[in-house]
């Protein structure tokens, strides 16, 4: 199973909006809305920040959003803020035999 | 609250094996699939294996299929990963996690195994 394909960076001045694309195929991305985005600062565990497309967890800031379309998911940060330069990875549900894939990952940084 | 705690980590010549354990609290541990994810130094995440809450499904990337054998014990609400055959590129932290349907909901601190001679 391959990786899901993810920009390697992206960035924005406070204030701004960022979107990162997450790229897989009809047996990942394209076959379910079980796509979930994950946030990770140097050092720390995952948090998960969208789950099965577009559903932000309790706690989760409204300036997090997910979408889809076709084989490509999208996460995109508004009102772009400090805290959020971190690197960030999708994932998909891809089958039973081997159910959980993840992106390549995009380190955000805000300039 | 819901926590997760490994341990067992630590440095192993290749062909060793290791048993990493995490330790779960705040939640009813034998509802849930559970799963452990690895990340190699400066790469990015992958998935090893998930455990059904009875033990009755178990699944394995193809990479760790035959070498690592995931276990839990709902008494102790406790999670394991056995390793054995370990390789170079089996060097990761470790993390264990708790899925939420098709999702990562919550993640422990990670353990770190280092696979050298």
């Known amino acids: 199973q391959s990786a899901l394909t993810q920009p390697p960076s992206a960035s924005g001045s406070p204030g701004q909006s960022v979107t990162i694309s997450c790229t897989g195929t009809?047996?990942?991305?394209?076959?379910?809305?079980?796509v979930s985005w994950y946030q990770q600062h140097p050092g720390k565990a995952p948090k998960l920040m969208i789950y099965?497309?577009?559903k932000r967890p309790s706690g989760v800031p409204d300036r997090f959003s997910g979408s889809k379309s076709g084989n490509t998911a999208s996460l995109t940060v508004s009102g772009l803020q400090a805290e959020d330069e971190a690197d960030y990875y999708c994932?998909?549900?891809?089958?039973?035999?081997?159910?959980?894939?993840f992106g390549t990952g995009t380190k955000v940084t805000v300039l | 609250e819901v926590q997760l705690v490994e341990s067992g980590g630590g440095l192993v010549q290749p062909g060793g094996s290791l048993r990493l354990s995490c330790a779960a609290s705040?939640?009813?541990?034998?509802?849930?699939?559970m799963s452990w994810v690895r990340q190699a130094p400066g790469k990015g995440l992958e998935w090893v294996a998930n455990?059904?809450?009875?033990?009755?499904?178990?699944y394995y990337v193809d990479s760790v299929k035959g070498r690592f054998t995931i276990s839990r014990d709902n008494a102790k609400n406790s999670l394991y990963l056995q390793m054995n055959s370990l390789r170079a590129e089996d060097t990761a932290v470790y993390y264990c996690?708790?899925?939420?349907?098709?999702?990562?909901?919550?993640w422990g601190q990670g353990t770190l195994v280092t696979v050298s001679s």
């Open positions: 994932s998909s549900y891809a089958g039973t035999n081997n159910p959980y894939v």
């Open positions: 009809s047996s990942d991305v394209g076959g379910y809305n079980y």
């Open positions: 996690a708790r899925l939420g349907g098709s999702y990562y909901h919550y």
């Open positions: 705040g939640f009813t541990f034998s509802s849930y699939w």
């Open positions: 099965e497309v577009s």
């Open positions: 455990i059904k809450q009875d033990e009755s499904e178990k």
